[in-house]
């Protein structure tokens, strides 16, 4: 069946431009995470969305940072002001979660964001 | 919080040796440890993953091994192919945990 889709594969934009990432998740699956991948820090968890309940934000680095999923499937990461550290790939992934100690998380393939 | 560990960050091996992977995870609680591979470009994909009532879990060139008790577990790869090269991440997750943690990665080359 399909993947995790997301786009655009790559954005480029100017500093203190705002962008929006967009997330397909896998049919059916409840929960969805976005995470970070840059130079020197790895994979950094951002947000997750698990149905109707409230949103972990813990990862978002700073306000500048939201998401939003709407109707239980579709997300999009926003990220207002863009700063040239904010330059990385962003990734989406979706989990089933049909208990609580399963979760496997299925992976996007990612955009790439370049700020100048 | 939880941290993971991740030895070797390279690894070059001849095509047909072994390639092993290490990782160690500081938070007790962490019972599910997945292993994702990422080639170039693509978001990682999982090819194997343990959960914290087995020691050892196999499937075809792969395997990884769990030890509870020292915190660490690691990938094995036999019989490496070109294919295999790419970089994998190892990660920890607790019991109804929404987030994963992830080690650093190791790029793995292999040499025809």
């Known amino acids: 069946g399909a993947g995790v889709s997301q786009s655009p594969s790559n954005k480029v934009t100017e500093k203190g431009k705002d962008v929006e990432l967009r997330c397909d998740p896998i049919?059916?699956?409840?929960?969805l995470y976005w995470y970070r991948q840059s130079l020197g820090q790895g994979l950094e968890f951002l947000i997750y969305f698990q149905g109707n309940s409230a949103p972990d934000k813990s990862g978002l680095p700073s306000d500048r940072f939201s998401a939003e999923r709407t109707g239980g499937s579709v997300s999009t990461l926003t990220i207002q002001r863009t700063q040239q550290e904010d330059s990385a790939v962003y990734l989406c992934a979706s989990s089933l979660v049909s208990t609580p100690s399963t979760d496997t998380q299925y992976f996007g393939p990612g955009t790439r964001l370049t700020v100048l | 919080g939880e941290n993971v560990e991740q030895h070797p960050s390279t690894l070059s091996v001849q095509e047909g040796d072994s390639a092993v992977i290490k990782c160690t995870y500081s938070d007790s609680a962490s019972n599910y440890f997945p292993w994702y591979k990422q080639e170039l470009g693509k978001g990682p994909q999982l090819i194997i993953d343990i959960r914290s009532n087995v020691g050892e879990k196999k499937d075809q060139r792969i395997a990884v091994t769990l030890n509870k008790t020292a915190k660490h577990f690691s990938l094995h790869i036999t019989e490496t192919q070109p294919e295999d090269s790419a970089v994998y991440f190892c990660a920890a997750i607790k019991a109804a945990g929404n987030k994963l943690t992830f080690g650093g990665g190791t790029r793995v080359l292999v040499k025809p």
């Open positions: 049919s059916g699956h409840t929960a």
